[in-house]
């Protein structure tokens, strides 16, 4: 009930509003599939008038009580703006440069495919994908710190990568940039 909940909040908390019939059909299709593992999904007749108008009223409880924890607080800030800010400090050339701007862009939009929305802060992500993207194009921004250099990063004001406790690199170059993350690099 409170993943349904979820699910009916987070649509129209993303502008992405779904019926709340259809978020109850779905999840009730996959709370009593046969196979639990998914892997043949039969579709199960609609649930009986009765057991939908229950269901109903505990997701819209489930919902408020959701509301009133977080309280009605529903600021959520995703990494795209930091995107259009942080490119031109990296370089006023970088700036010009569409391409690399459209490839950090996307590799945004992948990364909500993984938990990386989740375990990072959103400026962190937008400064790991213009990285990316600059490694992607070969494309020089300045130094990624791995050298004792200063990275270009510094120049951003409060934002400061913790090195990683492994090999003391910036956490963006030792885990952010592994090659099971976002895209294989060769």
Same mark, same amino acid.
């Given at each position: 009930?409170?993943?349904?909940?979820?699910?009916? &909040?987070?649509? #129209?908390?993303?502008?992405?509003? #779904?019926?709340?019939?259809?978020?109850? @059909?779905?999840? %009730?299709q996959?709370?009593?599939?046969?196979?639990?593992?998914?892997?043949?999904?039969? #579709?199960?007749?609609?649930?009986?008038?009765?057991?939908?108008?229950?269901?109903?009223?505990?997701?819209?409880?489930?919902?408020?009580?959701i &509301?009133h924890?977080?309280? %009605?607080?529903?600021?959520? $800030?995703?990494?795209?703006?930091?995107?259009?800010?942080?490119?031109?400090?990296? @370089?006023?050339?970088?700036?010009?440069?569409? $391409?690399?701007?459209?490839?950090?862009?996307?590799?945004?939009?992948?990364? %909500?495919?993984?938990?990386?929305?989740?375990?990072? $802060?959103?400026?962190?992500?937008?400064?790991v994908?213009?990285?990316?993207?600059?490694?992607?194009?070969?494309?020089?921004?300045?130094?990624?710190?791995?050298?004792?250099?200063?990275?270009?990063?510094?120049?951003?004001?409060?934002?400061? &990568?913790?090195?990683?406790? #492994?090999?003391?690199?910036?956490?963006?170059?030792?885990?952010?940039?592994?090659?099971?993350?976002?895209?294989?690099?060769?």
């Open positions: 009930v409170v993943a349904a909940a979820c699910l009916f &909040l987070a649509g #129209k908390v993303e502008e992405t509003p #779904k019926a709340l019939q259809q978020v109850i @059909s779905t999840t %009730y996959i709370k009593n599939r046969k196979d639990k593992a998914g892997a043949e999904s039969i #579709k199960l007749p609609p649930p009986k008038k009765e057991v939908l108008e229950a269901e109903k009223e505990l997701v819209l409880i489930a919902e408020r009580t &509301l924890t977080l309280n %009605y607080n529903f600021e959520v $800030e995703h990494p795209y703006k930091y995107l259009l800010t942080t490119i031109p400090k990296a @370089s006023p050339k970088v700036a010009a440069n569409r $391409e690399l701007t459209q490839i950090a862009w996307n590799l945004v939009n992948d990364s %909500y495919s993984t938990l990386l929305s989740l375990q990072f $802060e959103p400026l962190k992500l937008a400064v994908a213009i990285t990316l993207a600059a490694e992607l194009l070969k494309y020089n921004i300045g130094s990624t710190g791995e050298n004792g250099e200063k990275p270009w990063w510094n120049s951003i004001k409060d934002f400061h &990568l913790p090195k990683h406790e #492994k090999d003391g690199k910036p956490l963006e170059t030792s885990f952010l940039l592994s090659p099971n993350i976002l895209f294989t690099r060769k």
